[in-house]
């Protein structure tokens, strides 16, 4: 049987694909290589923005989200309040957000296949797709929504492999009420430097437990170790233990940093993070590998409709992809990134923002907005380069002149 599409990868990014392909009247088959109800190593944070491709079942999220807190070593936490409905969001484990993604992709028609490991994909040169693993399945057209652990299917097709960092985390069991005192409705990012280089410690709160967490280059389990000792964390968590997933409790996943330049070629499409589309601030990129996953279904379906999968076709969704997610999103992403996390001045950065927010309603508005996503990133770009000289006032002077560098570095991108 020859498939319509195949789509390599069951996570938000493919089932996303698969539904909206389905929809259109593809036949659809859907490959993941775990085994159904797999955990997913992620923080399990959900913005309703995500409601913008199929509404959030509340059964499915574990926990309303009304705020966060952010903690830098100088200031503390600093907490925020959700201004708004659109401000909120869910913590819930990827296991069940995923699950639900697949069973709405079903029920639109897609065929799932779980166990499958794809090993090889071969572009027939009579025109059409060959996928082999456990077993051999042909199609018009692949996308590959692999996350990072398809890089060797990438390189093998010609196309390149995002750069990466690596996330570390652990689920801790923790009772309920125990969880509404100490953690309450909020997410929990730390900037740190002394935690970790190039990246932000994390603690989401579930139902009955908390996911804890820490990324960066070169992140490593005592990296954790060490982030779970952290005064803060430490008081919260006293005596609880990890919770155990097929017989670990530490998990760890590497998390794209950059977007790739040509997630296309005859045939084959990239989708999510094997295609590098999370947001290098947070790292959040669930939202991000959603809409990259209806934007190449919706090519797909084009394609499918004129019966042209050769590699011009397929250029629309590049072109969609920097319309939709690159413009407006990830370069300005890039341009927040680049103060962030390569001035030397992370803690300083956020420490300041806060304070000019504490008096300045729009500024607040725009740095909620960085954790909820709900102003596009060149929004946020805009806020804080008017308010850049202010931001130089707060810093000092000789960090301000170790700010200008980074700040022409930014404007470049």
Known sequence: ??????????????????KIAAEGGANVLLLEAAEE??????AGGIPLTNEEFSSIPRDVGEREITGGVVVTPKKGPIE??????????????????????VNIAQDAGTQVIYGFRAKLININSSGGV??????????????????????????????????????????????ESVVNEQFGNRVWEFFDRSLI????????PKRDAVSIGILGDNARVSH????????????????????????????????PDKIIAKPYRDRVMIIGDACGTADPILYEGIYQARLSGKLAANVFCKAFEEDDFGELSLKRYFDLLKKHLYDEGLRYTYKIHQLLYHSGLLEDIIDASFSIAMEDPEMMESM????????????????MMSRKWKLMR??????????????FRASRI
């Open 80 to 101: 925020f309040e959700a201004a708004g409905e659109k401000d909120k969001g869910y913590c819930m484990f990827r296991t069940d957000f995923d699950r639900f993604l």
């Open 368 to 383: 909620t907005a960085l954790f909820t996503g709900t102003q596009t990133r060149k929004q946020i770009w805009k806020v």
């Open 130 to 175: 060959i996928v082999k693993g456990p077993q051999e399945f042909r199609s018009k057209c692949v996308i590959l929504a692999t996350g990072l652990g398809g890089a060797r299917l990438q390189r093998s097709l010609g196309m390149e492999v995002p750069a990466m960092v690596n996330g570390i985390q652990a689920e801790i069991a923790i009772p």
């Open 1 to 18: 049987m020859i498939y319509d599409l195949i789509i390599v990868g069951s996570g938000p990014a493919g089932a996303t694909a698969a």
């Open 224 to 255: 954790l170790k060490s982030f779970l000792r952290y005064p803060i964390l430490k008081n919260k968590i006293s005596g609880r233990e990890m919770m155990v997933f097929k017989g670990r409790k530490i998990w760890a996943a590497p998390i």
């Open 37 to 42: 109800g797999r955990y997913k190593c992620c």
């Open 394 to 407: 707060k810093l000092g002077v000789s960090n301000s002149l170790h700010l200008i560098p980074t700040l």
């Open 197 to 204: 280089t190039h990246g932000i410690g994390w603690a989401f």
